[in-house]
């Protein structure tokens, strides 16, 4: 009886110290709900279902590379750049050397050696970021920015503006095909959050990145490199937007400069709704992966009720201001209850 009753404390004590941990399932919740029924329950059919399940992966991914950035006070406006970039030059390369007369086999192994070419130059482009931020001290949001319009530049200059398309069936296959209806693409994205999760919440790397978004100048003072976890932190944000890229050009079959804009001001919005701190030391995959199914919910009730995408735009906005209110009425509240807490003991 003792233990179960500090269990219930403890679970209380948590629930007051991040709102999030109630707030957040609710809100999936009634927003389920409220989509079933204004949808006439189309919302819950199985074809909606399985599109959402397509769609999440890339923009959950964009998220979680948000979210590393901020957890280290930074932010990287780059990651859609980064991704179309690295898509282009993979959709380049499998279009010039995997061809019809390519066996099987032999298509098989190049696929895999373009995706991996791929993801190594999103991480190098993330480095890119990370060096400019750390070593020339220029702000994340100036370095980002810039280098957002660069990358975008150089995959205009490939593409002249054009999509790169026609791509083999055994790369579009990773979107098309599925486990027990469930997209591979899905599957890989849960596997990505699984990891990165263990990363963040037991590893050194992921502890010194936490830290150093709270209390830089203890890392500092405890003889850890500051810059080179800033520099790891946007290469894992580069490989992240690297991997939305292969399964977002899988998906669509093609690759432009320009895919996947809108999914800039939803991956900062679900980083914040999931309970990163936008000025850096708290971060929760499993708040952003919930905020990412609340998101999709909600995108996909506005598509079935057929409003328009610019009021979807505006209403992000919204929310995103209105996400910003909350959290500072969440982080006062802890405050005071910390407060409290401190004064009860004495």
């Known amino acids: 009886m003792k233990n179960n009753s500090f269990s219930i404390e403890r679970l209380g004590m948590k629930a007051r110290m991040n709102l999030d941990i109630i707030i957040l399932p609710i809100a999936f919740i009634l927003v389920v709900f409220l989509m079933s029924v204004s949808t006439n329950f189309k919302f819950l059919s199985p074809t909606n279902i399985g599109t959402m399940l397509l769609q999440m992966p890339e923009l959950g991914l964009f998220s979680l590379a948000m979210m590393l950035a901020m957890t280290v006070g930074g932010i990287d406006l780059s990651v859609i750049s980064t991704a179309n970039f690295s898509g282009v030059v993979m959709a380049y390369m499998m279009s010039r050397f995997v061809t019809e007369g390519t066996s099987a086999g032999t298509s098989i192994v190049m696929i895999i050696g373009i995706v991996i070419m791929g993801l190594v130059i999103a991480a190098l482009l993330g480095m890119i970021n990370g060096i400019m931020i750390a070593y020339v001290e220029v702000s994340p949001v100036l370095t980002t920015l810039s280098n957002m319009i660069l990358f975008e530049g150089f995959t ?6 054009r999509p790169i398309s026609g791509l083999p069936e055994a790369f579009t296959g990773l979107t098309s095909k599925g486990i027990l209806y469930i997209p591979i693409s899905f599957i890989i994205f849960i596997i990505v959050a699984l990891i990165l999760r263990i990363k963040v919440k037991y590893s ?9 978004g709270s209390n830089k ?3 500092e003072y405890s003889g850890i490199d500051v810059r080179k976890i800033i520099v790891k ?7 992240l937007a690297g991997t939305a890229a292969v399964i977002m050009t899988s998906r669509i079959n093609a690759a432009n400069a320009r895919f996947g804009t809108s999914y800039l001001l939803l991956a900062v919005l679900i980083s914040v709704l ?3 701190d936008p000025d850096g030391g708290y971060v929760r995959v499993g708040g952003v ?10 995108n996909s ?3 079935i009720l057929g409003i328009s995408p610019f009021i979807s735009t505006a209403l992000w906005g919204i929310l995103l201001v209105l996400t910003m209110f909350y959290r500072l009425y969440a982080s006062q509240k802890k405050d005071k209850w910390l407060s409290d807490m401190a004064k009860n003991k004495q």
């Open 156 to 161: 205009l200059a490939i593409t002249k503006g």
């Open 204 to 212: 050194p790397m992921g502890k010194y990145m936490v830290l150093l």
């Open 217 to 219: 100048s203890a890392l």
């Open 233 to 239: 932190t946007y290469m894992l944000s580069g490989f």
């Open 274 to 276: 999931g309970g990163t």
């Open 289 to 298: 992966i919930i905020a990412l199914f609340t998101m999709q919910s909600i």
């Open 301 to 303: 009730g506005i598509n």
